[in-house]
Nanobody
Framework: QVQPVESGGGLVRAGDSLRLSCTAS????????VGWFRQAPGKEREFVAA????????YNVDSVKGRFTISRDVAKRTVYLQMNNLEPGDTAAYYC?????????????????WGQGTRVTVSS
């Protein structure tokens, strides 16, 4: 079992950047497919990006429009979500989650382990 922990959220202005981090206090995240999801107030949680053990990355292109980059640092056992040119529409709670390797990475049900979330607020 692994417990993801997110950090790096905050209040920023439109056009700013943030980098979210996801790590685990127990077993390494690096064995899993790690995904980022977000949930805006009053909306359903949506897939943002995921990265596999082989460093294959997948994005919700409609949502992130090339502005977000997912990456991982194996030595630090951390997965990052670099978010550039933030928009008010990116305001949400961002969740890191871990899925068994080979699971469909865009599917929320693939993820067995979830963090508590970190809040990102983008003002106009």
């Amino acid at each position: 079992q692994v417990q993801p922990v997110e950090s790096g959220g905050g209040l920023v202005r439109a056009g700013d950047s943030l980098r979210l981090s996801c790590t685990a206090s127990s077993r390494t995240l690096m064995w899993y497919t790690v995904g980022w999801f977000r949930q805006a107030p009053g909306k359903e949680r949506e897939f943002v990006a995921a990265i596999s053990r082989s460093d294959t990355s997948t994005y919700n292109v409609d949502s992130v429009k090339g502005r977000f980059t997912i990456s991982r640092d194996v030595a630090k056992r951390t997965v990052y979500l670099q978010m550039n040119n933030l928009e008010p529409g990116d305001t949400a709670a961002y969740y890191c989650a871990a899925a068994q390797p080979g699971s469909p990475s865009r599917v929320e049900g693939s993820y067995d382990y979830w963090g508590q979330g970190t809040r990102v607020t983008v003002s106009s």
